[in-house]
């Protein structure tokens, strides 16, 4: 490897290093309250470093919005629902994917750009902008199984694909939301199982 090279990797490193610090903190404090020192403490980088690959705080949240779709993407891409021969026990298992994922503390469990849009939404239009095609780039990717599953179903041509595949996020989002408000992950997942039971219902072929 040249030292161009090697040069350009731990560039990468150190930038990737940040955006992972960013999405810990993020998570844990919110937007407001995360500071460039926190990022670097959580990072083990000077500020110096932050500033050489990203102008702000705000550059670094926009950036950290690809970064998640990019480390989630790579997570749900492989995960075991995919394997389903149906497309509505597809879906299904995504939503029990989903829920299997909501343990632990809430900065565990809950979405960096769900997180950063409810604070950024009107100050941040960069942000919002980020957070928003991160999360509906997220529902689109299940948008070919929900038409999979509702041609097959009673009540298919009662429901638009994109919007159904829309209001997935929007529960799972709130769902997070409840977490955070009560401590519970357990409340949270109450959601999640209240979603799942409506695209059963939804899913339902010739009366069952």
Partial sequence: MTTTARRSTRSGDT????????????????????????????????????????????ALAVAAAGYWSQMTGALFAGASY?????????VLAYVDFRAALVVGESAEYTCLVGT???EAFSTHPAIRDASRDSILGHAAT???????????????????VASLARHTQAVLQGAFIL??????????????????????????????
């Fill in 15 to 58: 930038r990737d290093r940040l955006l992972a610090a960013a999405t810990n903190v993020i998570r844990a404090k919110g937007l407001s309250a995360t500071t460039v020192d926190d990022i670097c403490r959580e990072a083990g980088l000077t500020k110096g470093a932050f500033f050489h690959h990203f102008a702000s705080k705000e």
């Fill in 82 to 90: 995919h394997d389903h021969p149906d497309p509505a026990d597809r």
């Fill in 116 to 118: 950063m849009v409810q």
């Fill in 142 to 160: 299940l948008e070919a199984d929900i038409a999979a599953a509702l041609a097959m179903s009673d009540r298919g041509s009662e429901v638009d």
């Fill in 179 to 208: 977490g955070k408000a009560t401590d519970d992950p357990r409340i949270a997942n109450e959601s999640v199982a209240h979603l799942r039971r409506y695209l059963e219902l939804l899913f339902e072929r010739n009366g069952g």
